[in-house]
């Protein structure tokens, strides 16, 4: 089974920036997608950007089109997510997924293709 932990959240001023970091690690395991979900206090969990592994394409929610760039290093199984001009909405725990199955087509905003996920880590912005 994969093991996802994320790491590089933080409190930054509104217009900082922050850069995410997912590592997977496990043996001997198939990518077919990872993402990036956030979730603010009392609200559900939402899609934030995906990379599909087959290609590099990438996927971005439209509140941070523009904003957010996700990126892979396949040799050391990671995915990052650098987060510029960051706004107060941006305040989350945010959350990285991994698909691994191969089969069928890759749905990347919807959590429920996701079969393991990191503990999360705290993104804070004051504005």
């Known amino acids: 089974q994969v093991q996802l932990i994320e790491s590089g959240g933080g409190l930054v001023q509104a217009g900082g920036s922050l850069r995410l970091s997912c590592a997977a690690s496990g043996r001997s395991f198939s990518v077919y997608g990872m993402g990036w979900f956030r979730q603010a206090p009392g609200k559900e969990r939402n899609f934030v950007s995906a990379?599909?592994?087959?290609?590099?394409?990438?996927f971005y929610a439209e509140s941070v089109k523009g904003r957010f760039t996700i990126s892979r290093d396949n040799v050391k199984n990671m995915v990052y997510l650098q987060m510029n001009n960051l706004k107060a909405e941006d305040t989350a725990v945010y959350y990285c997924?991994?698909?691994?199955?191969?089969?069928?087509?890759?749905?990347?905003?919807?959590?429920?293709?996701?079969?393991?996920w990191g503990q999360g880590t705290q993104v804070t912005v004051s504005s």
């Open positions: 997924g991994v698909r691994q199955y191969l089969g069928g087509g890759y749905y990347y905003a919807d959590e429920n293709n996701y079969e393991n």
């Open positions: 990379i599909r592994w087959s290609d590099s394409r990438t």
